[in-house]
T-cell receptor, first 111, second 115 residues
Framework: DAKTTQPTSMDCAEGRAANLPCNHS???????VYWYRQIHSQGPQYIIH???NNETNEMASLIITEDRKSSTLILPHATLRDTAVYYC????????????FGGGTRVLVKP | EAGVAQSPRYKIIEKRQSVAFWCNPI?????LYWYQQILGQGPKLLIQ????????DSQLPKDRFSAERLKGVDSTLKIQPAKLEDSAVYLC?????????????FGPGTRLTVT
């Protein structure tokens, strides 16, 4: 699986959009970009995934660059409950492919 | 739909003792994973089951860790004997081929402290 690079931490203001970057310059053509988050004392939670098109669901939007070497997770209106560690993971979308977690980005939403 | 259940939530043992964790995945999920998460790090896969067969146990310290998934549903992870460095949160997750992205659903974890 391709390796990802994320900032260690970032702050954002409540009610504003939070833009979380991720670099994955060695991603291969059949690998997807997944995002999970982990709120304190809970297990990781799936957010969204994509291959090359931008994706949106009820939680977030995922913007993938045309060359697929980087992506951005957007939380449109951050709330205090979005404070968590966010993990960007690259893997094939197939049953049985394990998740390889890096250090993630620690996001603190401030009032 | 009920989520992934794990028990106990917390466990404190002394080194060289044994401990077991239990996981009940989401109903119908054929794939089950056990992860170890040391404080300050991301989770690391220990073992993966497809139904009741092992798919990947390459990172499981087999001299002290064992896991089973009888009947392809519940699973137990055992450590015997425990070492200080086994202090971590043990997370269970499950996934289904019916989900387009095969996303994994995690339980709340068991926090193990070895003294």
């Amino acid at each position: 699986d391709a390796k990802t690079t994320q900032p260690t931490s970032m702050d954002c203001a409540e009610g504003r959009a939070a833009n979380l970057p991720c670099n994955h310059s060695t991603i291969s053509g059949n690998e997807y970009v997944y995002w999970y988050r982990q709120i304190h004392s809970q297990g990781p939670q799936y957010i969204i995934h994509g291959l090359k098109n931008n994706e949106t669901n009820e939680m977030a939007s995922l913007i993938i660059t045309e060359d697929r070497k980087s992506s951005t997770l957007i939380l449109p209106h951050a709330t205090l409950r979005d404070t968590a560690v966010y993990y960007c993971i690259v893997k094939m979308a197939a049953a049985g492919n394990k998740l390889t977690f890096g250090g993630g980005t620690r996001v603190l939403v401030k009032p | 739909e009920a989520g992934v259940a794990q028990s106990p939530r917390y466990k404190i043992i002394e080194k060289r003792q044994s401990v077991a964790f239990w996981c009940n995945p989401i109903s119908g999920h054929a794939t089950l994973y056990w992860y170890q998460q040391i404080l300050g790090q991301g989770p690391k896969l220990l073992i993966q089951f497809q139904n009741n067969g092992v798919v990947d146990d390459s990172q499981l310290p087999k001299d002290r860790f064992s896991a089973e998934r009888l009947k392809g549903v519940d699973s137990t992870l055992k450590i015997q004997p425990a070492k200080l460095e086994d202090s971590a949160v043990y997370l269970c997750a499950s996934s289904s081929y019916r989900d387009r992205g095969y996303e994994q659903y995690f339980g709340p974890g068991t926090r193990l402290t070895v003294t």
